[in-house]
């Protein structure tokens, strides 16, 4: 079955960067569209990006525009989120979901979290 | 830039029908799908392609899509229902994606 374990989260200064990993398996990673969306604490779902099977093409939320960059390595099933200038407005709960049908999310990781040192 | 607007919560006796509405606009050219989270727990899809069902969602969960709002509908709603449930579409000419607010269904 899909699997997508994501990695890389941790506790950071404002400013600062991170580099968020999803290992996929179960499917054949390098056909699929791949997207992050993340959850603020008590908060609702917000797509950050989203990446094409061949990652020729990417989007963003105009929330991270500038600031995340989305990337993958088809030869490692995996989905990267580079996050740089990093703000106490990013602290969240970042899932990698696999894109389904019509630009839905049809599996979903179990998230890593992202918290900003006081 | 799309605004999907949610009730915040809605509550419904065991055994009646919960309507959860997603009203947005420009929905006649989109289609709408449906997640629920449980406490702690990641999103799951529970309804695609507004009225296309996953397998392992029951036949008694129901998707609409009027033009401007649509709908996820639970019959002989079960306390196992309660939970988050948000709306998305996908915008096609940006690649972007949005969501509802979520609504949270309540069991009495």
């Known amino acids: 079955q899909v699997d997508l374990v994501e990695s890389g989260g941790g506790v950071v200064q404002p400013g600062g960067s991170l580099r968020l990993s999803c290992e996929a398996s179960?499917?054949?990673?390098?056909?699929?569209?791949m997207n992050w969306v993340r959850q603020r604490p008590g908060k609702g779902l917000e797509w950050v990006s989203f990446s094409s099977h061949d990652g020729k093409s990417d989007s963003y939320a105009d929330s991270v525009r500038g600031r995340f960059t989305v990337s993958r390595d088809n030869s490692k099933n995996t989905l990267y989120l580079r996050m740089n200038g990093l703000k106490s407005d990013d602290t969240a709960l970042y899932y990698c979901?696999?894109?389904?049908?019509?630009?839905?999310?049809?599996?979903w990781g179990q998230g890593t979290l992202v918290t900003f040192s006081s | 830039s799309y605004v999907l607007t949610q009730p915040p919560s809605v509550s419904v006796a065991p055994g009646k029908t919960a309507r959860i509405t997603c009203a947005g606009n420009?929905?006649?050219?989109?289609?709408v799908h449906w997640y629920k989270q449980k406490p702690g727990q990641a999103p799951v899809q529970v309804f695609y392609?507004?009225?296309d069902r996953p397998s392992g969602i029951p036949e008694r969960v129901s998707g609409s899509n009027s033009g401007d709002t649509a709908t996820l509908t639970i019959n002989r709603v079960e306390a196992g229902d309660e939970g988050d449930f948000y709306c998305?579409?996908?915008?096609?000419?940006?690649?972007?994606?949005?969501f509802g607010g979520g609504t949270k269904l309540t069991v009495l």
């Open positions: 979901t696999r894109d389904g049908e019509g630009g839905s999310f049809d599996s």
């Open positions: 179960g499917f054949t990673f390098v056909v699929s569209g």
């Open positions: 998305q579409v996908w915008d096609s000419l940006t690649d972007n994606r949005h």
């Open positions: 420009m929905f006649g050219s989109k289609t």
């Open positions: 392609y507004d009225t």
